[in-house]
Each structure stands twice: as C-alpha cells, then as structure tokens.
C-alpha cells in the first residue's frame, strides 16, 4: 500500500493538516502536500478511469506532465474538470471526484471496452463508422456522445475573477529550477530586466531531491540562497506558480499566475495571465521522465522513476512497501537508493542494459540491492494495484524466468528535454543519439524581428541533464561566475523502445504509450503498417499525443515506436508540432476582466441617459447601444414600434440620430476627391445643400450611403452608416495617404464631437418653431438643404432630409448640448403630440419609403444598378471607386437578381430570410432559386406586411406572383410590386 | 504578434495597434484597364513564401498608413518606410539583398 512515512518531506508542513474530500470520503494531509501526495499518503492509488477502455489508472508522474490523474476540483461556480492532481495543491477544504468512470470509480461497466479492446484499434472511428452512411447520425453518434469526453462541463456562471498583466522585460526566464536561477542571478547582477517564472509553487527544481551539491552546499540551500540575492535585486521579478503558455512572434509570451487557486474564496484574482513581450526568452523547463514499454504499464502503482523519488523525498509518501525499479540508465538507481534509505524495500532493479559500470549501481549493489542486468519487465501483474512483475531477457520474446512481488513498480527509460517554449516559434530540433532524446539544435534557434535568436535554451531542457552540466550550460551561454555542481558520474543509457525488445502481440496490446488517449504499441505498429507514414497522420489516426497532456510523457516513444515499424531512423520520422498552450489555460482566464459589462467598450450617445430613463430597449449596434423602441406600461415591443410610427406618420416623433458617422473633408482638392469616392457627383453641389450618395469598392460593390453637406467653397462633411463611419473614414485616409497622396485634402471623423436629432412628422416644423431662434419655413429652408443657427439658444445645424418619409429636420449640435436640445424638444413638442422612436421603428418607416439599409439590402455582393440607384451614378465621370469593377460583363447580366418590392396575397409577413423559389432541383435536392427577402416588415402605417428583396428580373417582374419558402417547408405567395409603398410622390417629406 | 516600428511617429507599435493592408505597391488599374490588368490588380497576389512588402495602418496610433518589409517565414522585419513611396527606398532593398541574396527584387 501507499502511505505517509514517520519522518522527512522537505516540503511538508506535519504541524498543519489539511482535510479534504475524494468521491465524497474524508480524508487528510498536510499544508505543502499536492493533492497527488495527500491522495497516495491515505493509499488512493485508484484515481481515475482511461478515455477509452475505461482502464484503472493511477498516478504515474509528480509534476505537469501526468496523463491519468485528472479529476473535477471544486463544487458550482469554482467546478473545474480535469485538474491534474499533482500539480494541484492541497488546501483545507478541497474537494475532488474522479472522472470518465460509471457508475463507480471501483466497478465501471465502461470497462467492457477493455475486453473488446481488440476492436477497437486505431483508426476504430474511421473504420466503423463510415458505413452505412445514415447509421452515423441515428446510431453511432449518439452512442459515441454518451460514452466519450473527459470529465464534465461546470454548470453555471464562473464566480471567481480572473485579470490580465502586462510586463517588459529584456530577459523571460522559464523554470526555477537550478540552471533557470543561475541564469536569473548572472544576468540580473549584470543589469538586465529578468522576469523569472516557475510552474510550481517551489523554487530548484529536482536538484534537491537527487541530492546534488552546488557551490559545496547542500542544493536546498544553495536555492535559498540564491532567491534571497534574487529578492534583492530590483530589477529582478520572481513568480512562482506561473506557466510559460506559449511563445509567438518578435518576443511574446503568454504566462498563466495561479494566483488564488490553492486558497479560493480569498479575494484575490484566481488566476493572473500574464501578456509579456521580452527582448529575449530563456528556457530553462528541465526534461521529463519518460515511461518504458512494457506489459500493464498502465496499471496503477507503475509510476515514473523520478515521481517516486519526489513523493518520497518531497512529501514523505511511499508509493508502495515493496517498490522494482525497471530502467535503461543510471538516474533511476537514485530512486531505488532514496526508497532504501527510507527503509522501504526494493526487491530488485530491472536494468535493460547487459554491463553495468557507474557509481549508482556501484551504490546500490553495495546498499545490498539486488540488480539484475539484461531484464526485462515482461509484464506487470495486477488489476486494480500492481501485485508483482515477471522478469524475463530484455533479448528476448517475453519468455518469464521469475516472478517478483510488489506493490509499486517504478520505471525510467530516460528523459526528454522540454522543448516546448523553443518550438513554438520554428525552433528546430536535433537528435541526440547518446541520451536518445531529441534537444535544441542551437545553429537554428526560433528568430525574432532582427532575424536573431529568440528563445536560448539552457540545463537539462538543453539536454544537460546533470547538475554539474546544466549549471556549465548556463556558465557557457551567459557567462557569470563560475557555479560548479558536484558531479556523479553516470554511464551510457541504452535506448530501449519496447520491453522486452522482442515482445508479441500479446503483450504489444498492453503496453501503453499515450496513457490519457489509451494509445498502445499495437496501435502505431498497426497504423505503420496501414500506410501511415508520417507522423503527423499517425498522430491523428491514432489520437497518439492528442490529449489534455498533449504527449508530454511518452510521445517519444510513440515516435520510436513508429520509426521502428517504418525500419527508418528517428530523427527522419521527426516529431509533431509543439504548440501553445504548455499546459492547458482556463477560458477564465483568457477572458480576463473581459466579461458581463466590462466585455467590450460601450459607445452612448449624449441622449443614453435619457433613453435609459425612459424605458428604452437598447439594441447594440456596432459598439454602440441605440434605443430600439420606448415601451410604456403595459406594451409589448411590437405594440411600442407600431405606436411610434404611426405617432411620427400622424403628429410628430424624434430619434436619436448621434451615432450616425460624421466626417470632415476639407482641402483644395476635397471636391475632387469626393468624385472618386462617391458614385455620382459631389463637387458640383451647392453650398448650403444636401445630396445622398453612394460610395463603392473596388470592385463595384455597395459598401456604404449617407446624405453629404457642402459647409464651404472648400469643405463637405459625409455623413455614413452608423457602422461605418470608422471603416469610411479609414478608406478615405487609405487612398489618400497611399493613391493620390499630392492631393491636398484633409479628413476628421467628428461622429462623437455632434449630438444629431431627427425630428419627423407633419408637426415637426410647429416643434422646431416654437423652440425659436432660425427661420425652418418651406421657403427658407426647402427639402434637401440646411442652414446654421440657433434653436432656443443652443447652436445648431439643421439640414432638411428624410429617412422616414415626413416632413423632417435632422438638427446636429454640438454633443455637450445634445441632452438640453433633446429635452428642449421634448418639451416644445408636447403639445403637437411628440413621441421618441427607437431604431425599429425607423427601419419600417424607411421599409416603407422604399429606402435601402446598407446590410439589408446590400452584403457584399449587391452593385447599386441592383438596388435600382443607377440614377445615383455619374455617367459623365471618368472615374470613381468601383466603376471600372461595375464595367465587368457578369455584373451587367439581366440574370442579376434585383430590388423589387412584395405584398403577400393574404396581407402577412413573408419571414425573414426567405428565399424565392424557382422551378427544378439543384444538384443537392435543394429547390432552384430566383431571389430573396431582404427586408419584411409588418407595416402599422398599411396595416400589412410589406417586403423588399432581390428578384431576377427586378421591376420588369411587376405584378408576378412568387413564392418564398419558409423554415417549415410551407410556402408564401406574394406578388412583386413596387418597392415605395407609402407617399410615392414623396409630397410629405417635401413639405 | 509582430511588432513594427511606425516611420511617422517612431512607435514600435504591436500588432494590436495596427490593421493590415496587405500587400504593397499594386497599380491600381480603372476604367480602360483590360480585363487581364483589372483582375490583376484586384486579385492576383504575390503571397510569397520569403520577402514580402505590405501595407500597414497606425490606427490605434497616429493613424497613418506605411509599408513594411519582412519575410513570411521568418517574420523577420527588414524595414518600415512611409506610404508615400513609389518604390521600396534603396537602402532597404540593399539591406534585404544582402540578407536574401536570391531575392529577387520587389516587382
């Protein structure tokens, strides 16, 4: 059994406990334990059950590369799947459930899997489920559905806050072990500004667990010592608990702070991510023990050889009374020295090599350990809990000579740098044949704007897996003075792939390469041999390396077990693409503060205020919210929009136009320039007068209208779509700073320096009158002109146009009067019936005229001789944006869908999105078409439903009878008519 | 997130701060062009894989548009320079020869 030991656990805190739950039973550990030791010290060895067999699993590793110990942490708005539960610490109160397991975690009836385990082999998914093609969707997704995904999505919203940091610095340093320090410490003492981040919640890495001695210290002190000369350097930052997620372009890096997740509830942010750009980034991640091959690796109380060696000496856990150490070098000879000097057995260490010449060994056999050299684990004995091994030649075909009881089997078939940080910018990779592993190839680092190194690489995660050669590493690359390890000589490892080398079938099905996705032997070699030559598509056909872990332990086996089933050499088969994140991030805190009101700027207009006041539904638009409709007591939306449209056709209304885009364009040139930008003729209008227009891309395409104003001999000032005034304004700087850059023209978006009032209706002149200050007669001030000065003593710009139909002044002023001039309306207009309307209703009103919205009527794809608007485009111009696009042959085709407008025969609403079916099929089944809705409203003014949509044909179709589909599968007759449905003549708004 | 040094107002300014504009000194071709010439200039795009010429705008920033020189592989910047530029100054184009030297030049 795993249990706490009576003494040692330099990281333990014996004077604190701290309970907390698994599935619901009470159980204790102490203040520093992760929530792996405390679970191993009250001898859970069970934690979970894997994706796809359902297997047992238990913990294999002690730090972030653990595949099988993921749980759910925490209850209602702090629930989170997944955790791993060795880099989770222990608090008081912590509770966890175990996943992928039904309806126990003890008897799951998902286990059946195993024991069909021979049909599902790699590529299962492609192979079953292509045929019959409709059984997908009616029998096997549904069943996949039930039976697949890892742990539970949490219920409800997050409670906890999560923020952003920014930081500078010309040194981001990964990893707190003993190399990541040093380098910290040189280069801090030299001046430079070093951030220093390390994932766990304790600085030095393994170097105080092997026991290694630095500078003539113990390694525990030497670390402390060297953070305390760190603390004191002011342009140093330490961060403990922050996870390097990625490195992307020119020097940025993203890094996770778990901030508060070891003491939830306290206030602080539960997580900080960290947006850093750095001058140069150094990774000092360290290297990760990888598993062996061998038969029931997976079964739980197999477990890294290191892992053991920190449970051991960091939280004084055993993971077993009886612990076989299976290896193919000499670092894991430390494991089995550590366990004896525990006083807990070690009945033999398996060793795959045949001659055995180092001073580990040498130690061990003189501890009075048996070693047995040329063995092979044949396979682990056990269901739920390791009961023993089989040992047999590593030479051999699996043949047993003995068999050894145990309760723990700890193996190491060597280390694997962590290249992570240095690959996720194009950092390359060689194959160093001596420690079998693949490290940093330092001639082709990643590169950043100058084209120079980016990320350096030093220590074990540069294949310097000593103490002594990783602290000569950093000495090389950053100078500093000499810090020098004491240095344990170690003999060759021996790169062993499968255990024993010449296994069958049999025992290739049980050895697990990809814990977490259930991955095995059996599974590459199959894919290999189905012509799956490229690692990249192994992976995916075989899900090798795709989960939570992302192949931290043992891709590389994975990667040598595919070249040996290609007969090729392993650096040719390469790897897989390292990508960010390093570990996962939550959502929490990529979102950051970015969440409820604070998720985007908000733009309000100076009248917002009052809209919320009085009731307004507000709809976003853009960034902006705009009052949809002002409901009273009693009213629903619909019921409000039709009131105040028919208020504004009958007496008088007001909208709250300030969002409407603005912009200045003034300069010798201004006229000239406005030409190419608009499709008709801007420069010829008079000062003092207004003209709609219509701007284009460059290929012929409808991208925005407004009414412009000529201020002066000189200036205009455009006004655009409310979504577009910072994309027009843009287009317009674009041609004139990169096309016609010696035109002397100058532009200024003004949308938020004016405050603008549509005051509509056949009272609309009486309002505006009574307020005083400017003559706004018919005479004065006719349709289609404006004039400068004052209404009740605020100064004011009314122009004479007319998105409604009515009678209409849109009065701009500047916006800090916005709010007295809307109120001074209001009031003025009391007596003659004024209402506020909302957006909606401006939409019917102008549905109603026949006036086009950009984004109904147009989507990118509509010219303006589509909409009918051909008398809005100059036939005398040379040039214009979009005129030489409208010039190509199939946007003069009669085939082009154009505006019309429809009148269901029974007076309803065609709905929205409807499409105008034609006869025939296309290839797909589908009903042929032959135009669509683009804007349907119910018209309260005519008391039917009115539509504009585009129709082949257009106008000439006048008087047909079509049909549009509908969701349902109905259909709606309607007849094409014209598209101005109220006051044709357009008397009202003249008036 | 590249980072690119602003040649009006001296920012190195991230990549947030900016809006891409794609690739730099097209001719623009109007009415009169051929069909062939409209499609090029409206379409066809170099996207090399190596040394590459786009368009970027300060909007965050001063709101000015300039040209940038930098490789797609690398993402190497070999230069910024201001939009009122017929063609890539000759220094740059001398600096990403000497760097590239099979570039073969910016048209």
């Given amino acids: 059994?795993?249990?706490?030991?009576?003494?040692?656990?330099?990281?333990?805190?014996?004077?604190?406990?701290?309970?907390?739950?698994?599935?619901?039973?009470?159980?204790?550990?102490?203040?520093?334990?992760?929530?792996?030791?405390?679970?191993?010290?009250?001898?859970?060895?069970?934690?979970?059950?894997?994706?796809?067999y359902h297997r047992p699993r238990g913990i294999v590793a002690s730090g972030a590369e653990e595949p099988n110990a993921l749980v759910n942490m925490g209850e209602g708005g702090r629930f989170e799947p997944n955790q791993r539960v060795t880099t989770t610490e222990l608090f008081d109160g912590l509770t966890a459930t175990s996943q992928n397991h039904w309806p126990s975690l003890e008897f799951d009836v998902g286990v059946v899997n195993n024991y069909a385990a021979r049909f599902l082999p790699a590529g299962f998914y492609y192979k079953t489920f292509m045929f019959p093609r409709f059984a997908w969707k009616h029998v096997f997704e549904p069943i996949v559905r039930q039976s697949a995904g890892l742990g539970k999505v949490p219920q409800g919203p997050e409670v906890d806050r999560y923020e952003y940091a920014y930081a500078f610095c010309d040194l981001f340093i990964v990893g707190g072990g003993i190399a990541g320090l040093q380098a910290a410490l040189v280069a801090g003492q030299a001046g430079s500004r070093v951030i220093l981040v390390e994932q766990t919640a304790h600085w030095g890495g393994r170097a105080p667990v092997d026991g290694d001695v630095i500078d003539g210290k113990p390694a525990d002190q030497w670390v402390k010592d060297t953070v305390q000369a760190l603390e004191k350097l002011p342009n140093v930052t330490l961060r403990l608990r922050t996870m390097a997620s990625g490195v992307y372009d020119h020097g940025y890096v993203l890094a996770d702070e778990k901030v508060a997740d070891h003491t939830p509830g306290d206030g602080r942010p539960r997580h900080r991510l960290w947006r850093i750009r750095a001058g140069k980034i150094i990774s000092a991640q360290g290297a990760i023990e990888r598993p062996l091959s061998f038969a029931g690796n997976d079964i739980p109380g197999v477990m890294l050889a290191s892992a053991v060696r920190d449970y051991v000496v960091n939280f004084a856990v055993s993971p077993g009374d009886r612990t076989v150490v299976v290896t193919n070098n000499d670092d894991a000879y430390r494991t089995a020295i550590a366990l004896k000097e525990a006083g807990l057995e070690v009945p033999a260490i398996i060793d795959a090599r045949t001659s055995l010449t180092g001073d580990l060994p040498a130690k061990a056999k003189a501890m009075g350990i048996r070693v047995e050299a040329g063995r092979a684990v044949v396979k682990v004995k056990g269901g739920k809990r390791v009961t023993g091994v089989s040992i047999g030649l590593q030479a051999g075909e699996g043949a047993v000579l003995e068999d050894i009881a145990c309760d723990a089997v700890a193996?190491?078939?060597?280390?694997?740098?962590?290249?992570?940080?240095?690959?996720?910018?194009?950092?390359?990779?060689?194959?160093?044949?001596a420690q079998a592993h693949f490290r940093p190839d330092p001639k082709r680092p990643p590169t950043n704007q100058d084209g120079?190194?980016?990320?350096?690489?030093?220590?074990?995660?540069?294949?310097n897996l000593s103490a002594a050669a990783a602290l000569a590493d950093v000495a090389a690359q950053l100078g500093g003075s000499a810090v020098t390890a004491v240095e344990v000589p170690e003999a060759a490892m021996l790169a062993v792939w499968i255990m024993p080398q010449g296994a069958g079938p049999a025992l290739k099905m049980k050895m697990w390469l990809d814990y977490q996705n259930d991955v095995k032997v059996s599974d590459v070699q199959l894919a290999a041999r189905e012509g799956y030559t490229s690692v990249e598509h192994t992976k995916r056909y075989t899900t090798l390396g795709m989960a939570t872990d992302q192949g931290k332990l043992s891709n590389i086996n994975g990667l040598a077990v595919l070249a040996g089933a290609l007969n090729d050499q392993i650096p040719n088969v390469g790897t897989t693409t390292f990508r960010p994140p390093y570990t996962p991030v939550p959502f929490g805190a990529l979102a950051g503060e970015s969440r409820g009101e604070i998720f985007q700027p908000l733009r309000k207009s100076p009248m917002h205020g009052w809209h919320e006041a009085h009731n307004a539904y507000l709809e976003p638009v853009g960034l902006w919210r705009r009052a949809y409709c002002y409901p009273r007591a009693g009213e629903n939306h619909e019921q409000a929009v039709n009131r105040e449209i028919l208020n504004a056709r009958a007496n008088v209304g007001m909208l709250d136009a300030s969002t409407l885009g603005k912009i200045i364009v003034k300069g010798p040139d201004a006229g000239r320039f406005l030409d190419m930008l608009y499709t008709n003729v801007m420069s010829n209008l008079g000062i003092g007068k207004c003209r709609y227009g219509l701007m284009c891309n460059e290929q012929g395409f409808l991208s925005d209208d407004g009414v412009v104003i000529r201020l002066s001999e000189d200036s205009w000032l455009c006004h655009t779509t409310t979504g577009g005034a910072d994309r027009i304004h843009g287009w317009m700087e674009d041609w004139l700073q990169c096309e016609w850059w010696d035109w002397k023209v100058y532009t200024a978006n003004v949308t938020e320096e004016y405050a603008q009032i549509a005051v509509a209706g056949p009272n609309a002149r009486k309002v505006l009158e009574k307020l005083g200050g400017m003559d706004v007669s018919k005479e004065t001030l006719p349709f289609m002109t404006f004039a400068d000065g004052t209404l009740g003593g605020l100064p004011v710009r009314v122009h004479r146009i007319s998105f409604s139909g009515e009678l209409s002044y849109e009065i701009a002023t500047p916006a800090s009067h916005g709010l007295a001039l809307w109120e001074a309306l209001i009031e003025a207009g009391q007596e003659f019936g004024v209402m506020p309307y909302g957006t909606e209703a401006m939409h019917i009103m102008r549905a109603e005229k026949g006036f086009i919205m950009i984004g109904d009527e147009t989507d990118g794809t509509v010219i303006p001789q589509d909409l009918n608007l051909g008398w809005a485009i100059s036939k005398k111009k040379a040039d214009y944006l979009g005129k030489r696009g409208q010039e190509r042959t199939h946007l003069a085709s009669p085939d082009r869908w154009k505006l019309a407008g429809f009148e269901t025969l029974t007076g309803g609403v065609i709905p929205d999105g409807s499409y105008i079916i034609a006869d025939g099929h296309n290839a797909n089944g589908q009903r042929n078409t032959q135009g669509r809705v683009t804007s349907t409203y119910y018209s309260p003014t005519l008391k039917k439903g009115i539509a504009m949509g585009l129709i082949k044909g257009g106008m000439d179709r006048l008087g047909d009878v079509v049909e549009f589909n509908t969701v349902a599968g109905s259909t709606v007759k309607a007849k094409v008519v014209d598209p101005v449905f109220y006051d044709k003549d357009g008397e009202k708004g003249n008036a | 997130m590249l980072i690119l040094e602003c040649p009006y107002c001296g920012v190195k300014a991230e990549e947030t701060e900016l809006s891409p504009g794609y690739e730099a000194h097209l001719k623009r071709f109007g009415p009169g062009s051929s069909p062939e010439e409209f499609e090029a200039y409206m379409f066809a795009r170099k996207n090399p894989k190596g040394v590459h010429f786009e368009r970027w705008r300060h909007a965050y920033g001063c709101g000015k548009w300039f040209l940038a020189a930098r490789c797609t592989a690398t993402l190497e910047v070999f230069g910024t320079y201001p939009a009122q530029s017929g063609e890539p100054p000759a220094d740059l184009q001398a600096k990403i020869k000497a760097k590239r030297p099979n570039w073969e030049g910016y048209k």
Avoid at chain 1, 31 to 40: E, F, I, K, N, Y
Avoid at chain 1, 411 to 433: I, N, Q, R, T, Y
Wanted: aromatic share 8%; glycine share 12%; net charge positive.
């Fill in chain 1, 452 to 463: 120079a190194a980016m990320v350096a690489i030093v220590g074990a995660a540069n294949g």
């Fill in chain 1, 411 to 433: 193996m190491s078939g060597g280390w694997s740098p962590v290249v992570h940080l240095w690959s996720h910018c194009a950092g390359k990779l060689v194959w160093d044949e």
């Fill in chain 1, 1 to 52: 059994m795993s249990t706490r030991l009576q003494k040692g656990g330099r990281l333990i805190d014996r004077t604190r406990s701290a309970s907390f739950t698994f599935n619901g039973k009470r159980l204790s550990g102490f203040a520093g334990d992760t929530l792996a030791s405390s679970l191993l010290a009250n001898d859970q060895m069970l934690v979970g059950r894997s994706f796809k």
